[in-house]
Nanobody
Framework: QVQLVESGGGLVQAGGSLRLSCAASGSIFSINVMGWFRRTPGRQRELVAGISNGGSTNYADSVKGRFTIYRDNAKNTVYLQMDSLKPEDTAVYYC?????????????????????WGQGTQVTVSS
């Protein structure tokens, strides 16, 4: 089993900064892409940013130049540095990871690739 635990959400004024963290733990063989999504009431979950294990990144247009995603592969942790926050950034932020885990089936060890989600952390930006 693999768990993703997020931290770092909270309340901040417009123009401020927050840093989100997401640590993966469990029977991890490797982590491929890690990223952050967000969801606001009445809207679908949307991609905020993603990063590969080689460091390639992708950002939503709405956060380019303001948010930075990075990861510490030794700690199986991904971060999202959010600067110049706007009220429209208010959402629940979810960590996501594409993980290859080691599993045991019928006494035989093997690898299984699955997608995992964190529990979500609230970010509120006041105007």
């Amino acid at each position: 089993q693999v768990q993703l635990v997020e931290s770092g959400g909270g309340l901040v004024q417009a123009g401020g900064s927050l840093r989100l963290s997401c640590a993966a733990s469990g029977s991890i063989f490797s982590i491929n892409v890690m990223g952050w999504f967000r969801r606001t009431p009445g809207r679908q979950r949307e991609l905020v940013a993603g990063i590969s294990n080689g460091g390639s990144t992708n950002y939503a247009d709405s956060v380019k130049g303001r948010f930075t995603i990075y990861r510490d592969n030794a700690k199986n942790t991904v971060y999202l540095q959010m600067d110049s926050l706007k009220p429209e950034d208010t959402a629940v932020y979810y960590c996501n990871a594409d993980v290859t885990a080691t599993v045991q089936t019928m006494g035989i060890m093997s690898k299984r690739r699955s997608n995992y989600w964190g529990q979500g952390t609230q970010v509120t930006v006041s105007s």
